[in-house]
């Protein structure tokens, strides 16, 4: 079992920035591929940002692409997901979620899940 948990959200004005952490616990986090999925009110979750375990592979939505920075600290058995740029879109509940196998966009591919954090943007 891994056990993931968000924080760092909260409200932001358009144009602004929040760093988003993700602490895993549990299994070997470094033996993880790690996501970042977001969530509106009335849609589906959709794909941000992915690291592999290693980090020599990075994935992002190209809705964030230029904006957004996914990262990860093994040694602190921590991922990250720096926004800058904000737009009032980007509003969502955040999840960071872990697989075992590689960083990859479909939500289907991943193992465990956080219970997510709300990142709201004004306008």
């Known amino acids: 079992q891994v056990q993931l948990v968000e924080s760092g959200g909260g409200l932001v004005q358009a144009g602004g920035s929040l760093r988003l952490s993700c602490a895993a616990s549990?299994?070997?986090?470094?033996?993880?591929?790690m996501g970042w999925f977001r969530q509106a009110p009335g849609k589906e979750r959709r794909f941000v940002a992915a690291?592999?375990?290693?980090?020599?592979?990075?994935l992002y939505a190209d809705s964030v692409k230029g904006r957004f920075t996914i990262s990860r600290v093994n040694a602190k058995n921590t991922v990250y997901l720096q926004m800058n740029s904000l737009k009032p879109e980007d509003t969502a509940v955040y999840y960071c979620?872990?697989?075992?196998?590689?960083?990859?966009?479909?939500?289907?591919?991943?193992?465990?899940w956080g219970q997510g954090t709300q990142v709201t943007v004004s306008s």
């Open positions: 979620a872990a697989a075992s196998g590689g960083a990859a966009p479909r939500s289907n591919e991943y193992d465990y």
């Open positions: 549990g299994r070997t986090f470094s033996s993880y591929a």
């Open positions: 690291i592999s375990w290693s980090g020599g592979t990075i």
